[in-house]
Structures are given as structure tokens and as C-alpha cells.
């Protein structure tokens, strides 16, 4: 069965640090995104990217980094993690044909920045 | 302003009961719109798609105003597994860039 994961699914890192956590999709989707979730606000967009070697800012993108050099992979990177990017990391895919295509989500990357 | 709002809740109800769910957006050239549900500590997942004329899935009715930029979701006959947290989602356009609200949280008692 098609499947999207995330890892790692837990860590903790220090501040200042560079950590990349890996998102890989075996739908064959298009596109791709990152969100990040946090009490009181929802899913925030960090980027997202409609295919390979395309990518795009959400609106919270400062301090993250994606590339997307194949079609089933996004990884996140943060280049100096600070505290305020404690959260959980959802990296999501979807298909680009139709404006009600659904949205397949990983399991959630829970990072801790001390 | 938010692009996409919703009540926070919690929505505490016991079972039986019916429960709706309010949510705003901002864009007025949104293309389409979802519920998602999300249980705790877990990755969210496709309720239902809402469309122009509303639809139906069982126990659970969505609808959608254009005008007023207004989508509801309706729960009936409400189960203890309905217990979650609710995200409007909001398609802005294009190649489905999906913006969520925060999310409703729905608790079904005894």
C-alpha cells in the first residue's frame, strides 16, 4: 500500500544545531508540504513544492529549508534550531489533478529544541 | 485576520446529541474546502470534501456559503468516537495549497 512516513518520529536537539527530518511518499504525488503544529494556532504552512526542483514559502517559513530533488521525497531542514521551533512537524502529499484532491498525511515528527 | 477561523471550543456534548461547527475564510477566490479530523497526538485526516450544494455522509452534513465565505459541518446523533479535534481546511487555489484553521474541539460524554 501507498504511504507517506516521517522520521525521525521524536527528537531533541540543541539550540544552534542543524537537524533535517525526512519526509518520503510513496503515492507518487506531485505535490508536497511541511506544516508545523502548535497549541492554539492549527497547521501552519512552512513550504510546500508542486514537483521536482520546485519549491515554495508558506507562511511560516523563516529559519526552514526544503529541496525536492526526486518526487517522493521533501526533507525539512533547519539551518540554527531555536526554541520557539518546538513543535510537531507534519509533512503531508497530495496529487495535482483536481481542486478536491485529498491530502495524505505522516505520523508527525515530535522535535524538541533546548 | 486569519485566513481560515474557527471556534476552538471545547464542544463538551453528551452522546446523542447534535453539534455544529462554524468556520470563516478570508479569500474569497478559495477553490474548495474540507473537514479534517485530527485525534489527539495523531496526523489529521479527511472527514468529508464540502461542496457548493452541501453534502451528507452518514451522521455528518457540511455545507458551504460562497457569499458569506461561511462553511458548517454537522454532526447528528453524536458517538463517543466522534470525540476529536475538527479543521476546516481551505483549498487557496492552484495546485492544492491547503491552509487549516486551528480546530474545533469536539468532546462526546456519557
Known amino acids: 500500500d501507498a504511504e507517506i512516513t516521517q522520521s525521525p518520529r521524536h527528537k531533541i536537539i540543541e539550540t544552534g544545531r542543524q537537524v533535517t527530518l525526512a519526509c518520503h511518499q510513496t503515492w507518487n504525488h506531485n505535490n508536497m508540504f511541511w506544516y508545523r503544529q502548535d497549541l492554539g494556532h492549527g497547521l501552519r504552512l512552512i513550504h510546500y513544492s508542486y514537483g521536482v526542483h520546485d519549491t515554495n514559502k508558506g507562511e511560516v517559513s523563516d529559519g526552514y529549508s526544503v529541496s525536492r530533488s526526486n518526487t517522493e521525497d521533501l526533507p525539512l531542514t533547519l539551518e540554527s534550531a531555536a526554541s520557539s521551533q518546538t513543535s510537531v512537524y507534519f509533512c503531508?502529499?497530495?496529487?495535482?489533478?483536481?481542486?478536491?484532491?485529498?491530502?495524505?498525511f505522516g505520523q508527525g515528527t515530535r522535535l524538541t529544541v533546548v | 485576520r486569519k485566513e481560515v477561523e474557527q471556534d476552538p471550543g471545547p464542544f463538551n456534548v453528551p452522546e446523542g446529541a447534535t453539534v455544529a461547527f462554524n468556520c470563516t475564510y478570508s479569500?474569497?477566490?478559495?477553490?474548495?474546502f474540507f473537514w479534517y479530523r485530527q485525534d489527539c497526538r495523531k496526523e489529521p485526516k479527511l472527514l468529508m470534501s464540502?461542496?457548493?450544494s452541501g453534502n451528507e455522509d452518514g451522521r455528518f452534513t457540511a455545507q458551504l456559503n460562497r457569499a458569506s465565505q461561511y462553511i458548517s459541518l454537522l454532526i447528528r446523533d453524536s458517538k463517543l468516537s466522534d470525540s476529536a479535534t475538527y479543521l476546516c481546511?481551505?483549498?487557496?487555489?492552484?495546485?492544492?495549497?491547503?491552509?487549516f484553521g486551528a480546530g474545533t474541539r469536539l468532546a462526546v460524554h456519557p
Open positions: 503531508a502529499s497530495s496529487g495535482s489533478t483536481g481542486v478536491n484532491t485529498e491530502a495524505f
Open positions: 479569500n474569497s477566490a478559495s477553490q474548495s
Open positions: 481546511v481551505v483549498n487557496m487555489g492552484g495546485y492544492n495549497k491547503l491552509i
Open positions: 464540502v461542496y457548493s
